[in-house]
Protein backbone atom coordinates (compact mmCIF):
# COMPACT_ATOMS: atom_id res chain seq x y z
CA UNK A 1 0.00 0.00 0.00
CA UNK A 2 1.43 3.34 -0.63
CA UNK A 3 0.84 6.25 1.56
CA UNK A 4 2.08 9.43 -0.53
CA UNK A 5 5.03 8.26 -1.98
CA UNK A 6 6.48 5.64 0.43
CA UNK A 7 5.33 2.25 1.20
CA UNK A 8 3.39 1.64 4.40
CA UNK A 9 4.60 -0.98 6.35
CA UNK A 10 3.28 -4.58 6.91
CA UNK A 11 3.70 -5.27 10.15
CA UNK A 12 2.82 -9.30 11.85
CA UNK A 13 1.84 -8.96 15.11
CA UNK A 14 1.42 -12.86 16.05
CA UNK A 15 1.88 -13.88 19.80
CA UNK A 16 5.77 -13.73 20.31
CA UNK A 17 5.93 -9.62 19.36
CA UNK A 18 2.99 -8.35 21.28
CA UNK A 19 3.67 -6.71 24.41
CA UNK A 20 -0.10 -4.96 25.07
CA UNK A 21 -3.28 -5.08 23.08
CA UNK A 22 -6.30 -3.45 23.76
CA UNK A 23 -8.99 -2.07 21.22
CA UNK A 24 -7.34 0.77 19.83
CA UNK A 25 -4.01 0.19 20.55
CA UNK A 26 -0.76 -1.83 21.17
CA UNK A 27 2.81 -2.39 21.76
CA UNK A 28 4.81 -4.78 19.71
CA UNK A 29 8.23 -5.69 19.79
CA UNK A 30 9.91 -6.65 16.36
CA UNK A 31 13.27 -7.32 14.94
CA UNK A 32 13.63 -5.85 11.98
CA UNK A 33 15.97 -7.37 9.51
CA UNK A 34 18.32 -5.87 6.78
CA UNK A 35 16.34 -4.06 4.42
CA UNK A 36 13.00 -3.37 6.54
CA UNK A 37 11.62 0.24 6.04
CA UNK A 38 12.33 2.38 8.80
CA UNK A 39 9.75 2.80 11.45
CA UNK A 40 9.32 6.58 12.47
CA UNK A 41 6.72 8.11 15.08
CA UNK A 42 3.69 9.44 13.00
CA UNK A 43 4.16 6.57 9.90
CA UNK A 44 0.79 5.03 9.02
CA UNK A 45 1.29 1.09 9.48
CA UNK A 46 -0.65 -2.02 8.77
CA UNK A 47 -0.76 -4.16 11.29
CA UNK A 48 -1.12 -8.32 10.57
CA UNK A 49 -2.99 -9.91 13.36
CA UNK A 50 -3.46 -13.50 13.12
CA UNK A 51 -6.66 -15.08 15.08
CA UNK A 52 -7.55 -18.64 14.55
CA UNK A 53 -8.07 -19.23 11.26
CA UNK A 54 -8.39 -15.84 10.54
CA UNK A 55 -5.91 -12.81 9.49
CA UNK A 56 -6.76 -9.47 10.61
CA UNK A 57 -5.15 -6.36 9.03
CA UNK A 58 -5.88 -2.81 10.77
CA UNK A 59 -4.72 0.52 9.75
CA UNK A 60 -2.85 2.26 12.83
CA UNK A 61 -0.21 4.90 13.38
CA UNK A 62 3.19 4.34 14.82
CA UNK A 63 3.40 6.26 17.95
CA UNK A 64 6.81 5.88 19.64
CA UNK A 65 9.62 3.69 18.83
CA UNK A 66 12.24 2.39 20.79
CA UNK A 67 15.44 0.19 19.71
CA UNK A 68 16.37 -2.06 22.34
CA UNK A 69 19.82 -3.15 23.45
CA UNK A 70 18.83 -6.36 22.12
CA UNK A 71 18.34 -5.48 18.33
CA UNK A 72 13.95 -5.81 18.90
CA UNK A 73 12.23 -2.49 18.12
CA UNK A 74 9.93 -1.59 20.59
CA UNK A 75 6.68 0.30 19.33
CA UNK A 76 3.54 1.76 19.93
CA UNK A 77 0.69 1.41 17.59
CA UNK A 78 -2.85 3.36 17.53
CA UNK A 79 -5.28 2.18 15.15
CA UNK A 80 -7.43 4.38 13.15
CA UNK A 81 -10.28 4.50 14.38
CA UNK A 82 -13.21 1.98 13.92
CA UNK A 83 -16.04 3.13 12.43
CA UNK A 84 -19.72 2.39 12.95
CA UNK A 85 -19.85 0.12 9.34
CA UNK A 86 -20.48 -3.67 9.96
CA UNK A 87 -16.83 -4.15 8.73
CA UNK A 88 -15.85 -1.53 11.90
CA UNK A 89 -18.36 -3.60 14.29
CA UNK A 90 -17.32 -6.73 13.25
CA UNK A 91 -13.43 -5.38 13.79
CA UNK A 92 -13.56 -4.26 17.33
CA UNK A 93 -15.32 -7.57 17.96
CA UNK A 94 -12.68 -9.54 16.75
CA UNK A 95 -10.20 -7.54 18.90
CA UNK A 96 -12.28 -7.70 21.85
CA UNK A 97 -11.91 -11.05 21.91
CA UNK A 98 -8.51 -11.48 21.25
CA UNK A 99 -8.13 -8.95 24.23
CA UNK A 100 -9.60 -11.36 26.31
CA UNK A 101 -7.68 -14.51 25.25
CA UNK A 102 -4.84 -12.46 26.08
CA UNK A 103 -6.36 -11.55 29.92
CA UNK A 104 -6.48 -14.97 30.24
CA UNK A 105 -3.51 -15.94 28.91
CA UNK A 106 -1.50 -13.78 31.50
CA UNK A 107 -3.61 -14.78 34.68
CA UNK A 108 -3.07 -18.47 33.82
CA UNK A 109 0.77 -17.29 33.38
CA UNK A 110 0.73 -15.15 36.51
CA UNK A 111 -0.83 -18.14 38.61
CA UNK A 112 1.41 -20.47 37.15
CA UNK A 113 4.54 -18.52 38.62
CA UNK A 114 5.55 -17.59 34.66
CA UNK A 115 4.77 -14.04 34.16
CA UNK A 116 7.76 -11.79 34.39
Given at each position: ?????R????I?????A??????G??NIA???????T??????????E?PW?E?????D?RA?????L??G???MGVQF????G???G?RI??????I?G????Y?IR??R????G
Open positions: MIDGDAVPMPADEELRDLSVEMIRPTPGDRIVPEQRLRIIGEVMILGRHTRKANELRRKLDTIERSAVLTQVHFQRERTLGLA
